[in-house]
């Protein structure tokens, strides 16, 4: 069966719906189609803690935080380290973004809705220099309502305009091929799935059912390549990055396959830095899963000791909190699947938090109580504590014996207690004074002086080794799986580009699929909240483009 159409979404996740919007809007016909059942609409953004990257914010300044958009520029550039022919629309993008970031994207997200959470958060704080990786500032504007909260005003839009007859949502539906002519892209064409009864996230079923076709311009909206191990290995840059490890849990749910992508290079789109991803080190299993192989990222304050897996302590910048991509570099170097916090009930208590919507009801349910009881309570917020209790990478012991043992007990590699000790002992020594050469005890003292880490995210400096700090906490970390940093090569309306450079007429990408603008415009480096930022931007520019 044929369907018409002035352009079809393909993706139902937040950049789609922001496509969809600003087409409703403009009085266009629209079709939006997703290979999962209606339950998942909004993607993988539900899913999220709903962080936006804003530059100098009323959040920002009430928080003493003094930001601009030349020091966000300085941040953005040294992260990126954009150093290839190809990063020319990226880098563009990387400017639009901060134009955007610093302008008019708060007043416009407020106007439709969403408020933040006030303490900003201080994410991928860099450890290096002044022009390197990292934020200078916080700018991690947690979403009230998280996730669903970032979601929230454009499904609406988009479930209202569906009552009025103005787009259509077919779900179910998997592209296979995008259909055209010698002017341009025309369409897309595919295969009708079984209904499933699923909860959002879960594995839905590959039965195929019927077929369909729509002429329309096409916006391709599906996503990365998070969910599809055999995509992840095979972008994955073993000579920058060292080799994959053998296991990795996956941070998106299994429809996050990349599939589509292939489908517009088939087309003759342009796919670029496909090996530039973004993968977390905090990883656990999660003890009560949705998707396969679900793994929770944990947010760590920056007071947890990091070892490798054989008892070795990280070196700066891999620190927690600090430098995500050169943290997956050393541990991929050494050969190692995992590695270990280790930590103390105080610290854990105060600056444990972990990613996704489901693990932080206070916030998602935009619930003041519970928050103020979860995160300012005599225990960690419960979602933590779950973990400990019923996670299988948790160790929970009274003394560093117990402890190592512990960590015997469920590690591949060996570690020696007495070398353990003698490091913890040591870094517990720099606690003595005032000054130090510790450069994590350094950082910590740091962010005390951040009223939103000293309130909210930062322990007291106390010795690792202290009982009255205790019990003491070791935490197995794994490889997690998450963003695609490479994409779609696009200009700045998310018109796809083909391997000459030229325009390909009708077609489009936004959101993840195009590496959140022009094929990648982070670079090789994310500085977190840029990943759902991206999403609305552009797929806002693909809808008014479009």
Request: net charge neutral; aromatic share 8%.
């Amino acid at each position: 069966m044929d369907s018409y159409a002035d352009v079809v979404i393909v993706g139902g996740g937040l950049s789609g719906l922001v496509a969809a919007s600003e087409l409703i809007e403009h009085g266009k016909r629209v079709i939006l189609i997703d290979q999962e059942p209606r339950a998942s609409l909004g993607g993988q953004a539900f899913w999220s803690l709903g962080g936006l990257f804003m530059i100098d914010t009323p959040e920002q300044r009430r928080m003493r935080v003094r930001d601009s958009i030349e020091l966000a520029r300085q941040d953005w550039l040294g992260s990126a380290a954009f150093d290839r022919a190809e990063d020319f629309w990226p880098r563009a993008w990387a400017d639009a973004y901060l134009d955007f970031a610093a302008g008019e994207m708060r007043s416009w997200l407020h106007e439709l809705g969403m408020r933040w959470f006030p303490v900003v958060g201080w994410a991928e704080r860099g450890g290096s220099l002044a022009h390197g990786h990292g934020n200078s500032v916080p700018r991690f504007h947690v979403t009230w309502g998280t996730g669903p909260g970032v979601i929230e005003p454009f499904v609406k839009r988009v479930l209202a305009a569906e009552k009025e007859g103005k787009i259509e949502l077919m779900f179910r539906r998997r592209v296979t091929r995008l259909i055209g002519d010698g002017s341009g892209i025309t369409g897309v064409e595919g295969e009708i799935l079984a209904e499933d009864n699923i909860r959002r996230g879960q594995r839905s079923n590959r039965d195929v059912v019927g077929d369909f076709r729509i002429h329309a311009a096409v916006i391709v909206a599906s996503g990365g390549i998070g969910g599809n191990p055999e995509l992840v290995r095979r972008a994955w840059p073993a000579e920058r990055l060292g080799t994959p490890p053998d296991r990795m849990l996956s941070g998106v749910p299994h429809h996050v396959d990349g599939l589509m992508i292939g489908h517009a290079e088939a087309a003759g789109a342009r796919l670029i830095n496909g090996d530039r991803m973004w993968h977390y080190t905090e990883g656990i299993r999660n003890w009560d899963p949705i998707w396969p192989n679900h793994g929770i990222r944990i947010l760590p304050g920056p007071s947890s000791l990091w070892f490798d897996a054989t008892g070795n302590r990280m070196p700066a910048p891999c620190l927690p909190g600090f430098d995500s991509l050169a943290t997956l570099q050393h541990i991929c170097k050494l050969g190692h699947g995992y590695s270990w916090f280790v930590t103390t009930q105080k610290i854990i208590k105060k600056e444990f938090a972990l990613s996704g919507s489901e693990q932080n009801p206070d916030l998602t349910g935009r619930d003041i109580g519970l928050l103020l009881r979860s995160r300012l309570g005599r225990s960690a917020p419960p979602p933590v504590e779950a973990f400990k209790e019923k996670g299988e990478d948790f160790i929970v012991a009274q003394t560093v014996e117990e402890l190592v043992a512990g960590m015997n007990r469920i590690g591949d590699h060996p570690i020696d207690l007495v070398h353990v000790r003698s490091q913890i002992e040591a870094r517990d020594r720099e606690l003595d004074n005032p000054f130090a050469k510790d450069a994590q005890i350094v950082a910590l003292r740091q962010a005390r002086g951040y009223l939103g880490d000293r309130f909210m995210r930062t322990a007291p400096p106390h010795r690792i080794l202290d009982p009255k700090a205790g019990p003491l906490i070791a935490v197995r970390l794994h490889i997690l799986t998450r963003k695609s940093l490479g994409g779609l090569e696009t200009d700045l309306n998310s018109q796809a580009l083909g391997h000459d450079g030229a325009r390909i007429p009708g077609l489009y990408a936004c959101g993840e699929a195009a590496g959140f603008g022009g094929g990648g415009y982070h670079g090789y480096n994310a500085l977190e909240g840029t990943f759902l930022g991206g999403c609305i931007f552009s797929g806002r520019n693909a809808g008014r483009a479009a």
